[in-house]
């Protein structure tokens, strides 16, 4: 799919952002069309000394900043600042994930721009949000998992605090901006009296808890907090990581007809009639035992075979796969997920490109990473405060 073809084509953005969560809603609008300038300070975005560094290029910047040009303001400079202001009133989407407050002490903030460009989209994502008493702190995805309740729940039980390995804080509140930029524009792009632009407010704290739904679903059913339970299941069983002879791999059967089947796959029909697995709820209940007897029989068999043989049964399952095992599954071949990404100083690497496809049309990386103010003469030129 060409970029004059993508959903978002023609929409230019100004992004304010580093590290994480900014970046990441860019690239995907980016992904998808948009025209994203990414203004970073002097030194830097942070990410761009994040190792591993092959010839002087961040492999983590360029996971996040694909088809982006870069200019290098420095904000506290009144001319800096000025073209900041150009740029994005010529934009039709200003992201940021600065502090609360940051921005407007800049003479960026949205209500500087509300005046004067009505019609642009404003999208502020920070740790607690705009205002309230926690709005003034700062956070990172640690913080975040800690806060919002996610390390409560991930490890295993009596365990340390573990927080998930995925920086799912971060990647969640850039994925809830994206949506929402989509849908403003969505809103602008439809005319009438709701046609105008908005401040969107993205508090990674709000959004981390949004998608803890089951989890507070469950407190709020019971008046308890969830507890951690590793790869288990509070209300399902058998529905985890299992140790059988030469490793672990997991299984989903969450229901009466995959627990047949399970049984059926492992030789265990006998506990189709055990009174402590009856019902979905009770193997919840009564899964520490049933663990025990599942793995005495997983004990006579590798990962390969018992994976093989649950698949052919239609019983979800898989291997515990690396990151190096899960891009190289025949599936991610097939959905053309790793692709060739060109450093800025010319190295050769790869990437996840976009995962989604429309109209069974994959998008292409056809942009790699800027460096740091590549674009900055050029954007100079055209934006300049005196040619606007």
Not at 27 to 51: C, H, N
Not at 200 to 214: E, K, N, Q, R, S
């Amino acid at each position: 799919m060409s970029t004059s073809h993508r959903p978002l084509e023609g929409v230019t953005v100004v992004e304010f952002c580093q590290v994480a969560a900014g970046p990441f809603c860019g690239m995907l609008l980016a992904d998808y069309g948009a025209a994203v300038i990414k203004i970073e300070p002097p030194e830097g975005d942070t990410l761009r000394q994040w190792p591993p560094i092959k010839n002087g290029d961040s492999e983590n910047f360029a996971s996040l900043n694909r088809s982006k040009r870069s200019i290098a303001l420095d904000l506290k400079n009144p001319g800096d600042l000025e073209l900041a202001r150009q740029l994005a009133l010529r934009a039709d989407v200003l992201v940021e994930n600065n502090r609360a407050g940051a921005m407007e002490r800049l003479g960026l903030g949205w209500s500087w721009f509300k005046e004067r460009k009505p019609e642009l989209i404003y999208c502020s994502i920070s740790a607690y949000g705009q205002d309230g008493p926690r709005a003034g702190e700062g956070g990172f995805d640690l913080t975040m998992q800690a806060a919002a309740g996610v390390m409560s729940v991930t490890g295993e039980p009596g365990g340390a605090p573990v927080k998930c390995g995925v920086p799912i804080a971060d990647f969640t509140a850039g994925l809830y901006a994206a949506f929402s930029i989509s849908a403003a524009l969505a809103r602008l792009r439809a005319g009438g009296d709701g046609a105008h632009g908005c401040h969107i407010d993205v508090p990674m704290f709000a959004t981390t808890l949004a998608v803890g739904a089951l989890q507070t679903s469950e407190y709020f059913g019971t008046d308890r907090n969830p507890r951690p339970l590793g790869s288990a299941h509070p209300r399902n069983a058998p529905y985890q990581a299992f140790r059988c002879a030469d490793g672990w791999f997991a299984i989903a059967a969450g229901n009466n007809r995959l627990w047949q089947s399970v049984c059926q796959v492992a030789g265990t029909t006998e506990l189709l009639e055990d009174q402590r697995f009856q019902s979905t709820s009770l193997r919840a209940a009564n899964q520490s035992a049933l663990k025990v007897l599942l793995e005495a029989v997983f004990s006579g068999a590798g990962v390969t075979e018992w994976v093989s043989r649950f698949a052919a049964a239609g019983v979800p399952s898989a291997p515990i796969n690396g990151f190096a095992e899960a891009l190289a599954d025949p599936q991610s071949r097939h959905l053309e997920l790793v692709q060739p990404l060109t450093l800025p100083a010319g190295t050769q690497t790869r990437t996840v490109g976009c995962p989604v496809r429309i109209d069974g049309q994959v998008f292409p990386v056809d942009a790699r990473p800027p460096a740091l103010n590549e674009h900055g003469a050029a954007l100079r030129a055209q934006y300049s405060p005196q040619e606007a």
